[in-house]
């Protein structure tokens, strides 16, 4: 992972961690439940917006660099994780 991505994926985790520690408040105070599930639906979002980041950055280095290598091995074992990976996320 570029240094760059790392960063920005740790930030974004971070503000998520804090989301989820207001979600555990919201709870603890018995707050009402959409406004509960609203901010489910927001952590939901912001990891889904890590994935992305992450997944971008696997395919622009990892990826791209197992495509121009000589190795097929290395290849089809790149293009089955991403098979994978888009498989489970369909899934979801």
Same mark, same amino acid.
């Given at each position: ?6 960063? /920005? ?6 503000? %998520? ?9 919201? %709870? ?13 639906? /927001?952590?939901? /979002? ?28 290395e290849r089809r074992t790149k293009i089955d994780e ?5 498989d489970q996320a369909v899934r979801r």
């Amino acid at each position: 992972m570029k240094p760059e991505t790392r960063k /920005a994926a740790r930030a974004r985790l971070a503000r %998520i961690e804090g989301q989820v520690r207001g979600l555990i408040r919201m %709870i603890d105070d018995d707050r009402y439940c959409i406004d509960v599930i609203t901010q489910t639906q /927001a952590v939901r /979002a912001a990891l889904a917006r890590v994935e992305s980041l992450v997944l971008k950055d696997h395919v622009a280095n990892c990826v791209a660099d197992a495509v121009a290598s000589n190795d097929e091995d290395e290849r089809r074992t790149k293009i089955d994780e991403l098979i994978t990976v888009m498989d489970q996320a369909v899934r979801r």
